[in-house]
Every structure is written in structure tokens, then in C-alpha cells.
């Protein structure tokens, strides 16, 4: 598969001296669905503002190039214009807009005959959001607002659709659900790059991943081998022992072998 | 009784005019997180504009049109001019509104300079002793026309945010810049629209208020500072808040200064807000700012 988005050593930094990422380097192919798991504070989050464009005069140094493109340190809107989609930690959404308000933001700039034809995917992959199409947007669950801000994504029809800890805050069985409908957008053909904490659920949808730890990418491989690697069962996936505890963490620095 | 509904009528004729002011106070505040201390002199600057075309014998329709369009342009400039490259260099929230203060000082002294200082009259195609007589109530018919264009004004502003593509996009950017930002909505465009349609708002109350001013450099001082006011009572983020609040002081400044003495005009409007404010610090119709981290 061609390369979608490519990375090439960026260093992004908070007040021009805090350097949330080192160097960092990734590929994401297209159609695939590629996952980022780190620990908290890893730089999970910078490194998905630094690709939308978010974060100011950032990546400081390295490249990003998006299908052939360089879209580092471009306007936040332009590189949504370009077709990456964002879905923040927070959901994003207009939380004082109604459902439906939110949904016809997503179309913005959107005047194709497929609009209905998404809006019909859409409301196939969650029915709920029909009916709560004139409430506000606050007002919802968590699980119902992580579903809009998808929606909303898909909306836009993305190239790349990235997401911030999809499953954050969600009950496991809310957060299956919007596992499942991830697996349904990239079925249906969308490129998707994901990061999470939660790495049991991530590998368990992605074809490729990349532990990241204090802004560097420290193991990379695809989801079998990652499920596979010990350190990783160890820490991420909670195989065998108390590895959650902080305690845990300890042994892990102690041996882990990257 | 006929006196009071007297002082609620004239009262709502005056907050009318602080509505729109608040109106267009509010929409900034809450687009951009910036208190507008040049929206007075925009205004007065507009006014002004409509006053010099009307001496080159325009047609009243004409020079007023032009008068709104001036000062729309000119808070728009300020907004791509002197705003943005300001947010460019992380310029402070403190920092943006001391930049509106500087603007305003510069009007002054262009307003002064070019409209000169003594006070004149600005003619108006509505008289402000020519009135009618509505049961007990007599009303002029500036008056009437003043509150009409109010009214008609906030319900086209309304009409423009709540039901219009356009309306959605404003309401989007002002709630959540960084995702209306990567829904590709054109916030920059959405924001200096804002400004624009902020200092219509006010330039309008300008035109409405000039002629029972009279007219000087200074004639929107008392006006502007009742539109903050109106702002503040009403909750600064709320558009709804704006125009109750406006309503509300006008009225009460009315019947302050029929009932107790004109002297109290402005003391006894300032003490409703003040009680306002104590019950709930976040306005009438505000809502605090979900500020997220
Ligand atoms: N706005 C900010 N200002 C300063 N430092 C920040 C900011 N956001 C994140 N950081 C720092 O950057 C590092 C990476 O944070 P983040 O990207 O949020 O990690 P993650 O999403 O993986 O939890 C952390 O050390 C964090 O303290
Ligand atoms: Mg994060």
C-alpha cells in the first residue's frame, strides 16, 4: 500500500524549551488502520496537534508530508482542507449546537451529491444520534459524543481520520461499540491513525503499531507482532502479573529491552 | 399609570439603541474574548461619516448606507490589520484589548481633527417633535422609529444567527475556535464578519441616537458605556442577554428619572446592575465559559 502520511523526524515543543517530541518518525500507509501507545504523557496527544496543525510554528524541525505534500507548520485549516480529520481528546464538539448543527458543520464546504449517501452511513453506524438529532450536544453521554464527534469526521470524508484515545472515560462495552464502528470505517475505506493508553483495544483492530515513550517512537511493528512482544504483553496488554501498578512501571524501565 | 407606561415607552425608544451597542459588544466578546473599548468611537466615526455625506446632499438612504458600510470597514481593518498579526505575536488578551483602546483614542482625535468639536445638529427625516398620541401615551416620532429599527435590527441579526449557514458557522467559532478550525470553516473571514457586523450594529444606534444628542466627538460616550452596561447586565457571551439588557436599562433610567429625579437618571439604572451582578455574576441570560484545558 502507498504511503499516506509520512513523518520525518519532527520536534515539537511547548514554550520553545519543552520538547514534547524528539525526532520522531512514522508512516501511515493508506486503507490501514495504524495505532500510537504510550503511556500517559508520552506525547500521544502533541503529536496529533502537530499533524493537524494545531500547535503554532510547530513541528520546530523534520518533515511532514501528506500524500506527497508537506503540510508542516500549515494553517490548522488548511490542512483539514487537504482531508485529515481530527477527533481531539475532548471530542471536539460544539457542545452548546444541537446534534444536527454539529452534523451540517461536518459538511462544511461540502456541495457533492454524496452527502446524503454519509449521512445514511452515518446514521447506519449509529442510529442513536437520529433520534437525538435536536439535542444539544452536551447534553449526550459520553459513548453518544464520541460517536457524533466520528460522525462529524466522517462527514468530511477523510483521507485520514485521527483519534485521540477514542475510548477514553467510555465503559468497556461503550468503548467496544466504538471500537467495532472504527472497524467499520476502515472497512469502508478510510485511512485511520489512532492513539490510545488503552492498547488492548487498539491492537486488537489495527494492522500496525508504535509504542511511544517521552516523544520518541521506541517499538514499531505490526499488531500481531506487537501482541506478541513481551515487554508489550507486559506493560500495555496486562498479561501476566500486576504490571498496571506503579511498581510495575519500575520493572518495566529496568528491563525493557529497546 | 399613563405616566409610567409614558416612561416604559420612552424607555424602551432609548434601550433600544443600548441594545444595539450591546449587541455588537457582546458578539465581539464572545467571538473573540475581547472587550471592545473602540466600539463607541467606530460609532462615532460612522455617525460622523453619515453626517459629512448628508452636507454633500445625499440622499438620506444613500449616506447611511455608506455610514454602516464605513464602519463596518473599519472594524474589519483593525480585525485583519492590527488584530491578527497582534494574535500572531501571542499578544495577550490584556494586550488586544489595550490595542482597542489605543484605536479609539485615534479616532478621537481623527473625528475631532476632520468633524471638528463644536456640537451640531444632524439632520434626520424623523422629527423628535412631531408626535403621536397612543391612547394616554404620546410617543415622537423618533422615538417610534428608533425603537422600529431596533427591533427590526435584532430580529434580522437573529434571523442571521440562528438560521443562516453563516449564523452556524459564528456560533461554531465562538464556541470552539480550534474545531471550527479543523471542520475547515474560514473562522478568520467568520470573525472579522463579527467586527464588522458589531460596528454596523453600533454605527445604526449612531445614526438613531445623533439626532436627539446633537453632535460631537463625544456624543456616544454616555451611550457606549450604557451598551457595556446592557452587555454586562445581560451576561457579556449572551446575544439575547445583550437586548434584554439594553431594554432593561433604558427602562429603568426612564422611570429612575420620571419617578424619583433626573438627577438620578444614571445612578438608579447603575444600582439595578449592581444587584443584577450580586444575585448572579454571570448576567441575566450568561452562561459562564466552558474554558476547556
Ligand atoms: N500545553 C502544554 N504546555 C506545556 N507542556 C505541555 C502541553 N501539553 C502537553 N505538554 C507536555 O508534553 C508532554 C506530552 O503531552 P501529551 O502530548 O499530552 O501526552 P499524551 O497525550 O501522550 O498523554 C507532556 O510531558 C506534557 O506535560
Ligand atoms: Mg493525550
Not at chain 1, 449521512?119 to 453506524?125: G, N, R, S
Not at chain 2, 452636507?55 to 480585525?79: D, E, T
Not at chain 2, 490595542?99 to 468633524?115: E, N, S
Request: proline fraction near 3%.
Amino acid at each position: 500500500m502507498e504511503t499516506l502520511l509520512k513523518i520525518a523526524n519532527i520536534e515539537t515543543l511547548y514554550y520553545d524549551r519543552i520538547y514534547a517530541l524528539h525526532g520522531l518518525s512514522l508512516e501511515v500507509k493508506a486503507g490501514e488502520i495504524f495505532a500510537v501507545l504510550g503511556p500517559n504523557g508520552a506525547g500521544k496527544t502533541t503529536l496529533l496537534k502537530t499533524i493537524a496543525g494545531l500547535l503554532k510554528d510547530q513541528p520546530k524541525k523534520g518533515a511532514i508530508h501528506f500524500m506527497g505534500k508537506r503540510i508542516h507548520r500549515l494553517a490548522p485549516e488548511r490542512v483539514a482542507r487537504l482531508g485529515i480529520v481530527y477527533v481531539p481528546e475532548d471530542r471536539g464538539l460544539f457542545r452548546e449546537l444541537s446534534v444536527k448543527e454539529n452534523l451540517d458543520l461536518g459538511c462544511w464546504g461540502r456541495s457533492d451529491s454524496g452527502i446524503t449517501d454519509d449521512v445514511e452511513f452515518i446514521y447506519q453506524l449509529f442510529p442513536i444520534l437520529k433520534n437525538r438529532a435536536y439535542q444539544q450536544a452536551e447534553t449526550l453521554s459520553g459513548g453518544e459524543q464520541q460517536m457524533l464527534a466520528m460522525a462529524r469526521a466522517m462527514l468530511r470524508r477523510p483521507k485520514l481520520l485521527m483519534l485521540d484515545e477514542p475510548s477514553l472515560g467510555l465503559a468497556p462495552r461503550v468503548g467496544r461499540e466504538v471500537y467495532e464502528a472504527l472497524s467499520k470505517i476502515s472497512q469502508a475505506g478510510t485511512t485511520i491513525l489512532l492513539v490510545e493508553q488503552n492498547a488492548k483495544m487498539a491492537l486488537r483492530i489495527a494492522n500496525f503499531g508504535y509504542i511511544m515513550e517521552s516523544g520518541r517512537i521506541v517499538l514499531e511493528g505490526t499488531a500481531q507482532e506487537l501482541q506478541e512482544n513481551q515487554d508489550v504483553q507486559e506493560l500495555y496488554l496486562g498479561v501476566g502479573g500486576d504490571t498496571v501498578s506503579p511498581k510495575g512501571w519500575r520493572l518495566y524501565k529496568k528491563r525493557r529491552t529497546w | 399609570m399613563a405616566n409610567f407606561w409614558q416612561y416604559v415607552i420612552s424607555g424602551l425608544a432609548t434601550g433600544a439603541t443600548y441594545a444595539l451597542v450591546a449587541l455588537g459588544l457582546a458578539l465581539i466578546y464572545r467571538s473573540s474574548r475581547i472587550l471592545h473599548f473602540a466600539h463607541g468611537d467606530i460609532t462615532t466615526a460612522g455617525t460622523f461619516v453619515a453626517f459629512t455625506l448628508l452636507g454633500l446632499k445625499l440622499h438620506y438612504m444613500v449616506a447611511f448606507f455608506l455610514a454602516l458600510l464605513f464602519g463596518a470597514v473599519l472594524a474589519m481593518s483593525f480585525y485583519f490589520c492590527v488584530l491578527i498579526p497582534a494574535q500572531r505575536r501571542e499578544a495577550s488578551q490584556l494586550g488586544q484589548i489595550i490595542l482597542t483602546l489605543g484605536l479609539g483614542l485615534i479616532l478621537q482625535g481623527l473625528v475631532a481633527y476632520f468633524g471638528g468639536t463644536e456640537t451640531q445638529s444632524f439632520p434626520f427625516p424623523l422629527s423628535d417633535f412631531k408626535t403621536y398620541q397612543i391612547g394616554e401615551v404620546v410617543i415622537s416620532q423618533l422615538s417610534l422609529g428608533t425603537f422600529g429599527i431596533g427591533v427590526l435590527a435584532c430580529l434580522l441579526f437573529y434571523l442571521l444567527v440562528q438560521k443562516t449557514r453563516i449564523g452556524l458557522a459564528m456560533r461554531a467559532t465562538s464556541e470552539n475556535l480550534p474545531a471550527a478550525q479543523t471542520m475547515g470553516i474560514p473562522t478568520r473571514q467568520i470573525l472579522a464578519l463579527s467586527w464588522g457586523l458589531a460596528a454596523l450594529l453600533g454605527v445604526l444606534a449612531g445614526i438613531f441616537l445623533a439626532p436627539a444628542l446633537l453632535l460631537d466627538p463625544f456624543f456616544m460616550l454616555e451611550p457606549f458605556l450604557k451598551g457595556f452596561a446592557a452587555a454586562i447586565l445581560g451576561g457579556l457571551n449572551s446575544l439575547p442577554g445583550a437586548i434584554v439588557g439594553g431594554l432593561i436599562l433604558g427602562v429603568a433610567e426612564s422611570l429612575a428619572g420620571g419617578y424619583v429625579s433626573i438627577a438620578f437618571k444614571n445612578t438608579f439604572a447603575f444600582l439595578i446592575i449592581i444587584l443584577v451582578l450580586l444575585v448572579r455574576p454571570e448576567g441575566l441570560l450568561g452562561k459562564e465559559f466552558k474554558e476547556r484545558v
